[in-house]
């Protein structure tokens, strides 16, 4: 388990409990935690590694992510800069999609000229940018990102790319959720590391299907990319897009929907929690 740290701020405990009691329906148990969701809540009370905003930031994980799986594994860059580029650099080949890089779920998709509302645009992009991120669930990862605007090319054509999302224990993948069909209705899948269905899942979305979908043609490598970005920290996800054999990076995140998940059936919040290894992230990359 997660050892929390002594000097930790008894506000901060309360507040973190508070919230999950309020998201979850019970009090977490922040000395010894057992699940899978507790373990998540004392990150966020005791993980400090300065590598944790790094492969947050949207940009700077990039240019790490980069450097230990090759530039082929990264989505372009667009744009990136402090503000919104004046309107009429606004050229961008079209379907792209702008997002903040502090912030999770800031962004905005442009897929045809109508998309292109820029006073609307702008007032949103104005908002998030002066707003920070992860405070009010305590969520220090995102801590010291300097907020920024990126803009990348749309991936998958018509249509979202399949999002397979890798919960890494003690840098193994133990757990897929594999996310399809974002267009029209999302459809969520567990599976284990050789693609068999998980007899448990995380209640988002749709139920698990009675048969698995097909086995993504890069999922070996998906894998070893996985337990290679997650080396430094004791359980984390890595997100990466399927594109057939060459998948896209996605994101790190150390706080799965800030550790609010609910579990059907419920024990398998303590299966998973079982999985977390007793230590502290790494205080730098080996990567």
């Not at 450097?67 to 379907?95: F, S």
């Not at 990466?240 to 919040?269: A, Q």
């Amino acid at each position: 388990m997660t050892k929390p740290a002594r000097k930790a701020n008894p506000l901060a405990y309360f507040w973190v409990g508070l919230r999950y009691r309020a998201k979850m329906g019970r009090w977490p148990d922040l000395k010894t935690p057992k699940r899978y969701t507790e373990h998540i809540q004392v990150a966020k009370l005791t993980w400090r590694s300065p590598v944790m905003s790094r492969v947050t930031d949207k940009v700077t994980a990039k240019t790490i992510v980069g450097g230990a799986l090759g530039e082929e594994w990264i989505t372009p860059n667009l744009y990136v800069g402090r503000t919104l580029p004046p309107r009429d650099q606004r050229t961008w080949p079209t379907p792209y999609v702008i997002k903040t890089n502090h912030a999770s779920g800031r962004m905005h998709f442009v897929m045809t000229d109508a998309d292109k509302d820029w006073d609307l645009i702008d007032r949103k992009f104005k908002r998030w940018l002066s707003m920070p991120y992860g405070r009010k669930n305590c969520e220090w990862g995102y801590r010291g990102i300097e907020p920024k605007v990126l803009v990348e090319p749309f991936l998958g054509g018509d249509a979202s790319p399949d999002d397979l999302k890798f919960l890494v224990f003690d840098g193994r993948v133990e757990l897929i959720r594999h996310v399809s069909g974002r267009k029209n209705g999302p459809r969520f899948e567990s599976y284990d590391r050789t693609w068999q269905i998980y007899d448990g899942t995380i209640r988002i979305g749709m139920l698990q299907p009675d048969r698995p979908m097909p086995k993504p043609p890069a999922l070996d490598k998906m894998i070893a990319a996985a337990e290679l970005l997650s080396a430094p920290f004791p359980f984390v996800r890595v997100d990466f897009y399927d594109l057939g054999e060459h998948p896209r990076f996605g994101e790190i995140t150390f706080y799965p929907l800030s550790g609010h998940l609910k579990m059907d059936p419920p024990e398998f919040d303590q299966r998973l929690g079982a999985l977390c290894p007793d230590r502290l992230p790494d205080a730098s990359l080996p990567y």
